[in-house]
């Protein structure tokens, strides 16, 4: 049950009297991904380098030569983005409940991020619908927030990219073949997404009413049953980008936006100092690094595939010319900085909400 005491220890010791419990069950699953992992990333390495052409050597002694102090300043900014995305998400909610609890909703995205990182896509999921279960709100009225949350993190992401493409045209940088597909196709795409998502949010600011209005008027040949299911499902989408209505929420959005991705750039540069006198990279360099990985988190890359440590790899050696076992030890520190880090907190958060690894692989089942 959400919100029931359920100590860590507790789950511990009876995964370990059942002899392993559910993970042990599923012990062939973990040794496939293992594998198709180990795959990848071997893939990876062989496509960027070539064959025999890797020294592990050297990426070992990059990882070794890291500035832990910075490492550890890294985890401030990060813990701030969960937290300023928990605020975000209240003034979703504020159209349903005028009083969110701000303790739910950064509970709610810790174990969110944390399923997202051990589940994948399917863990996208599992935060709005802990949020529609908490706060006592319709599921569907969670998952349009979502939507809403997705176009300002990609307007900002666009935005930061912009950014680097202007950096770029300004010191007259050459790039490799690989990233050239990405400029060319970067330089055309950002301002047709970005006019496409300005379009989106005017649409469900000014169209939602009349759009349900039409909706409803549309599935009347339904069976009552079915009409009224249907009705207060569409109601819940509705509800759930309310919010965009208000000049004063959409201001508040904005900002926090603007705040996530002035911490996300902290975490950036704190990994940056950490590698200093490793991965000559300037402030500047860092904001340029930034836009071109999440704009490859959002495109998949023709031979290369999508993927942030991909993408990573891909500019710290092409155009910062970071030898490529460095750039695979810096991508390496920066993924799991920002994707497995959390992971242990968001256990523990789970396992203190009531929620176990069962529980968590069956609401990413249900959600999606």
């Not at 319709?138 to 930061?160: C, K, Y």
Request: glycine fraction near 8%.
């Amino acid at each position: 049950m959400i919100g029931s005491i359920f100590p860590v220890c507790q789950f511990l010791l009876r995964q370990f009297r059942n002899g392993g419990g559910f993970i042990r069950r599923q012990h062939w699953k973990w040794v496939a991904l293992g594998v198709a992992l180990a795959a990848a990333a071997v893939w990876a390495v062989r496509a960027l380098a070539g064959p025999g052409r890797f020294d592990w050597g050297l990426t070992w002694s990059s990882l070794a030569r890291c500035r832990s102090g910075w490492l550890a300043g890294s985890l401030i900014p990060i813990a701030g983005c969960y937290w300023v995305r928990a605020l975000r998400w209240q003034v979703f909610l504020r159209p349903l409940k005028q009083r969110p609890s701000l303790r739910n909703l950064v509970a709610a995205t810790v174990i969110g991020f944390t399923a997202i990182t051990l589940f994948g896509r399917a863990g996208e999921l599992v935060r709005p619908y802990l949020i529609a279960l908490k706060e006592r709100v319709p599921v569907p009225s969670q998952f349009a927030a979502l939507v809403l949350e997705r176009i300002f993190d990609m307007l900002m992401a666009l935005l930061i990219f912009a950014i680097g493409l202007m950096r770029l045209a300004a010191v007259g940088t050459h790039v490799g073949p690989r990233l050239e597909w990405v400029l060319k196709t970067g330089g055309r795409s950002v301002a047709i997404a970005c006019l496409l998502l300005f379009i989106l949010l005017l649409s469900l600011r000014h169209l939602a009413g009349p759009f349900h209005r039409w909706l409803v008027v549309t599935i009347r040949f339904l069976p009552e049953k079915q009409f009224v299911r249907a009705e207060r499902l569409i109601a819940s989408l509705v509800q759930g980008v309310e919010s965009t209505r208000s000049d004063a929420a959409l201001l508040v959005v904005f900002l926090y936006s603007i705040l996530e991705w002035v911490l996300i750039i902290a975490v950036y540069w704190c990994i940056t100092q950490s590698f200093s006198g490793i991965v000559p990279l300037t402030f500047m360099d860092v904001i340029v690094f930034i836009g071109f990985v999440a704009f490859g988190t959002i495109v998949q890359i023709p031979g290369i595939g999508g993927g942030m440590q991909v993408m990573a790899v891909l500019v710290l050696t092409e155009l910062f010319r970071v030898k490529l076992e460095v750039a695979t030890s810096f991508a390496f520190v920066t993924w799991f900085i920002t994707f497995v880090v959390v992971v242990p907190f968001g256990l523990v958060v789970a396992f203190a909400e009531g929620l176990n690894w069962t529980s968590l692989r069956k609401i990413s089942r249900e959600a999606a």
